[in-house]
Every structure is written in structure tokens, then in C-alpha cells.
């Protein structure tokens, strides 16, 4: 599903670098899972957490049989803003039709489009954002093990069997509706890699090491965020990790 700071584009990229550092058949934790483009890659048991309980509770309800719907109309979408539609179809609608894959930043009718394939080549189409979310998550939320709506920064670190993959808010870039404490969230990776391998997507991060990096262009550029972009995956710590058996709740 289309999410702001989302990887689609570079899960491949993404997946290789943590599964090099995954022990075998160790499952992964993915506490910031956001539109679940990596944590369905990945592969074997994956934990997905985030802090924005709408979206736990959409992919709860996907996963217990709800089937979204191919389309949401502006007015749903708008009603939906004003709390006047009940979930999950409310989360969908702001999570999946919105401008740039940030929730409640708009409606996104959809972008025109010249098919190239039989036997409709040529026809000028407007496909339906929530037709491509609602494709991308029931073929995704299966892979995941479990899902709950969990504070990174307020888990107390553990012992744990869990490779932890994090993919935070970007420091100094576009925001997602809600402060984040960036220096708490530094805090807490290096406390957790006493117990076990943590890595980090993001830009530039102050702590741990840069394992590896990718050039890519910028879903989103003005006068102050350039075309193009190097993302980067840290380690933090020397990942030694614990076999003792750990439920996230």
C-alpha cells in the first residue's frame, strides 16, 4: 500500500540487506511497519507493530476476512476525515486514497493513464488508488505473522529471539501528523542491541554503522529536498543474539 516514506520500490534492496544479517529461520520485528512494503518481502515469521492504531486496526480486519473496496468515492473520503464513517472502511479510505500516501492530506481521485496492453491499448483510464491498495494488502497482510498497535520508544528492551528492522519518521523531513522524539528513538536502538540485531533505515543517523546504501530518486522534491536521494542502513551494536522465547504484547 502506498505510504509516506514507503519502500516499495526498494524492498528488494531493503530485504537483502536485513536477511544478510538474519540469523537462520530467526524471525524479524518490524516496529514501524507502515504500509508493510518491506515486512512482506522479507520472508519466514515477521512481526509488524506501529503506533497509529487505525492502521493496526485495518490490517487486523483484513487479516480476520474483511475484503476493502475496489473503489472510495470523494464524498466517502470526506466523510471519512469527519470521523463519519466507521472502520476499517474509514482507515482505508484516508490510508489508501490520499495525496502522496499521507493520511488525510486530501483525496487522490487518481492519476490518468494511456493503457499499453490488449484489449484495451490505448484507452485513456483513471485507475483507483484504493483498487491498487486493496490488491497490495490482501496479497501482503497474509505474510505477516501477527500485527498490535505498539510504542517503540515505550517497549521496555529484552531479551529477545526477534531481528529488530526499523524504518522511523525521516529526521528533518516531511511529517506524518505527530511529533517523534528522534533522540529517544536513538536511545532506545542502542539499549536494544544489548540484546539483539537492530538495523535502521534512514538518511543520515548519528549512531551505529552504515552497512549499506542505495541512490534512488525522491518521491517528493521542491527547492529544499533534492531529486535524488541515498538511503542508507545502519547496525546498531554487535547484534549478539538471545534464543530466549519473547511475545511482544
Known amino acids: 500500500m502506498r505510504y509516506l516514506g514507503g ?5 528488494r534492496w531493503v530485504s537483502g540487506v536485513v536477511n544478510r544479517y538474519r540469523d537462520s529461520f530467526q524471525p524479524i520485528w518490524e516496529p514501524f511497519c507502515g504500509g508493510l512494503n518491506t515486512a512482506a518481502h522479507h520472508g519466514g515469521l515477521v512481526h509488524c507493530s506501529d503506533i497509529r492504531g487505525d492502521l493496526i486496526g485495518l490490517y487486523k480486519a483484513i487479516a ?18 469527519k470521523g463519519d464513517v466507521e472502520d476499517p472502511l474509514r482507515s482505508f479510505a484516508l490510508y489508501s486514497c490520499s495525496h502522496l500516501g499521507k493520511c488525510g492530506s486530501g483525496y487522490n481521485p487518481g492519476r490518468p493513464r494511456v493503457t499499453k496492453t490488449r484489449p484495451r491499448a490505448g484507452e ?3 485507475p483507483q488508488p484504493a483498487s ?13 505473522a501477527s500485527f498490535e498497535c505498539l510504542d517503540f520508544l515505550e517497549l521496555e528492551p529484552k531479551p529477545t529471539e526477534y531481528l529488530i528492522y526499523c524504518d522511523p519518521p525521516y529526521k528533518g523531513v516531511t511529517g506524518y501528523g505527530f511529533s517523534f522524539d528522534h533522540e529517544a528513538f536513538y536511545e532506545r536502538c542502542l539499549q536494544w542491541s544489548e540484546y539483539t540485531t537492530v538495523l535502521v533505515s534512514e538518511y543520515d543517523l548519528p ?24 538511503e542508507k542502513i545502519y547496525l546498531i551494536g554487535d547484534g549478539i543474539v538471545s534464543r530466549r522465547p519473547w511475545e511482544l504484547v
Do not use: M
Not at 519502500?7 to 524492498?11: G, L, N, S, V, Y
Open 207 to 230: 549512531i551505529g554503522r552504515c552497512v549499506s546504501e542505495l541512490e534512488r530518486a525522491s518521491n517528493i522534491h521542491n527547492k529544499t529536498r533534492p531529486r535524488r536521494t541515498t
Open 64 to 81: 480476520e476476512g474483511w475484503d476493502p473496496p475496489t473503489e472510495v468515492s470523494q464524498e466517502t473520503y470526506e466523510l471519512s476525515l
Open 7 to 11: 519502500k516499495f520500490r526498494i524492498r
Open 124 to 126: 485513456l483510464i483513471v
Open 132 to 144: 491498487a491498495a486493496r490488491t497490495s494488502l490482501l496479497r501482503d497482510i497474509p505474510k505477516i
